[in-house]
């Protein structure tokens, strides 16, 4: 996998060559200073949020009396930076799709972060939606940090124009979407995308679903990326429409979910198990999908999550809580 690969695969490079198959975007350029604020590592302090937090009251006289907010006026105020101009850009991009959208950067979206929005999903109204999503996440410091980092070739890092992507919000079900991999053009394999889950309906509509995913490649796909090995996502819908959802690089960089790259690369064992479709042409792709409620497993996303303890802190959802959590630190003072 080379450079050229990882930058033919940023949604600005193919969004152009697939409006027509995928859905409806906005790309805005990332000012500099916007960069810099989501890989400041300090204190997670929101930019744009225009709601203030609401904040349960207490049971009783007693707790409220335990709670002494300080009143010194040498406490320090941590504030957010302001980019007024970007978000009534942004604003408008989100009203002009709809009111709700599915925020990425250049390559990634912050999948690993979800569980620290207040709806626990990707759907975002406001700049401080995608703010607070975007600083959680570990896949979009990689993409301003390491866009590069399974690159064989040592030629020196090209310059990147950083952008935010702003997707019209759709409600996707995980069981129809589908990762498709083209090595010299030739659709090789095509994997679950949401492999820890058994879908019945994957299981019994596989070559239905294949045979879709193909014709969909040989259509709309097949030599027109810019480049011969590639990874492809898809969403099939309730009517059987087949949609582009992302492109990837062909390489360790991307999940191979239930293939091996070692199999993808060699092209050896793609039909030797898993439950795939019967080759029925020379030129069928390995159809791979979770076979059976036995072999599910937890989501890979789930070792990025805090504890829930932690979340109900930061967000003041849980009062009792933040009560203890005072007590503590004032028995803890007083110990000191």
């Known amino acids: 996998m080379k450079k050229e690969h990882v930058l033919h695969c940023q949604f600005s490079a193919w969004y152009p060559l697939f409006r027509g198959v995928t859905i409806k975007s906005v790309i805005l350029p990332l000012p500099q200073n916007v960069k810099d604020y989501l890989l400041d590592d300090g204190t997670l302090v929101v930019s744009g949020r225009d709601d203030p937090p609401t904040h349960s009251q207490p049971d009783s006289d007693d707790e409220a009396e335990e709670i002494q907010w300080?009143?010194?006026e040498n406490t320090a105020t941590l504030t957010a930076p302001e980019f007024p101009e970007f978000a009534t850009q942004v604003q408008e991009a989100i009203n002009s799709?709809?009111?709700?959208?599915?925020?990425?950067?250049?390559?990634s979206a912050p999948r690993d972060a979800y569980w620290i929005a207040m709806n626990s999903s990707l759907k975002c109204k406001t700049l401080s939606d995608i703010f607070l999503l975007f600083k959680s996440s570990d896949f979009i410091t990689r993409d301003f940090t390491q866009p590069f980092i399974h690159c064989t070739d040592d030629s020196p890092d090209p310059c990147i124009e950083y952008e935010l992507v702003l997707r019209k919000w759709c409600e996707l079900?995980?069981?129809a979407e589908f990762r498709c991999f083209v090595k010299e053009n030739k659709l090789i394999g095509i994997s679950q995308r949401d492999y820890t889950q058994y879908y019945d309906h994957i299981s019994k509509q596989k070559e239905e679903i294949c045979r879709c995913i193909q014709d969909f490649f040989k259509k709309h796909i097949q030599y027109k990326f810019l480049d011969e090995d590639f990874v492809f996502d898809i969403y099939r819908d309730s009517r059987?429409?087949?949609?582009?959802?992302?492109?990837?690089?062909?390489?360790?960089?991307?999940?191979?979910?239930?293939?091996t790259w070692e199999e993808l690369i060699s092209e050896n064992n793609l039909n030797g198990d898993f439950s795939e479709v019967d080759a029925q042409e020379q030129d069928s792709p390995a159809f791979r999908c979770t076979n059976s409620e036995v072999t599910v497993q937890p989501s890979p996303y789930l070792s990025y999550r805090l504890p829930k303890d932690f979340v109900d802190l930061s967000t003041g959802e849980d009062a009792h809580k933040l009560i203890d959590f005072l007590k503590l630190k004032r028995n803890q003072q007083e110990d000191e």
Do not use: C, M, Q, R
């Not at 799709?97 to 390559?107: A, C, D, I, Q, T």
């Not at 059987?240 to 293939?259: A, Y």
């Open 70 to 72: 300080s009143d010194d």
């Open 97 to 107: 799709l709809g009111g709700s959208v599915f925020p990425k950067l250049n390559w």
């Open 173 to 175: 079900i995980p069981g």
């Open 240 to 259: 059987g429409k087949v949609w582009l959802i992302d492109f990837n690089p062909f390489g360790e960089v991307t999940d191979s979910l239930l293939f």
